[in-house]
């Protein structure tokens, strides 16, 4: 009788112990899938190119925010993977609400590099606008 239990205890240990290291693969392989480097957070800086202010503003990804005469939308930030030479990269929508001719188009639609913010560049006669920071 005692050696029928103790045979039942060792399938109960085994079995928990299955359960116990399955379940610890699945945490460790969803926490490595998660995408930590994407944003929900994006700070751009703009300059008045007429008064020489730099102003930092902050933007809820998705969210539209009023700066002066511009209306700007950050859709997606991520930050580079690598430590060593950090990248910021954001998808940004602006677009000038002084401009009634063309309601629909945007002065800027695209993404916006922090390191090299020439290579999409923003023009516009009176603010130029750089991507700081996504957090």
Partial sequence: MSLKK???VGKNKLNFCLYSLLFYFFIINWSVSQDFTEGKFTDIKI?????SKNTL????NGELAKFKDLSIKSLKC???EFDDNPEITAYI???????????EV?????WMFSS?????????A??????VNCY
């Fill in 126 to 131: 009176v603010y130029d606008v750089w991507l």
């Fill in 47 to 51: 300059l008045d190119k007429i008064s």
């Fill in 106 to 110: 945007f002065v800027f639609n695209g």
């Fill in 116 to 124: 090299s913010p020439s290579l999409t560049p923003f023009d516009h």
């Fill in 6 to 8: 103790n045979i039942k």
């Fill in 78 to 80: 991520k930050n580079s």
């Fill in 93 to 103: 929508q602006v677009k000038d609400l002084n401009d009634k001719n063309n309601n």
């Fill in 57 to 60: 503003v902050k933007l809820k």
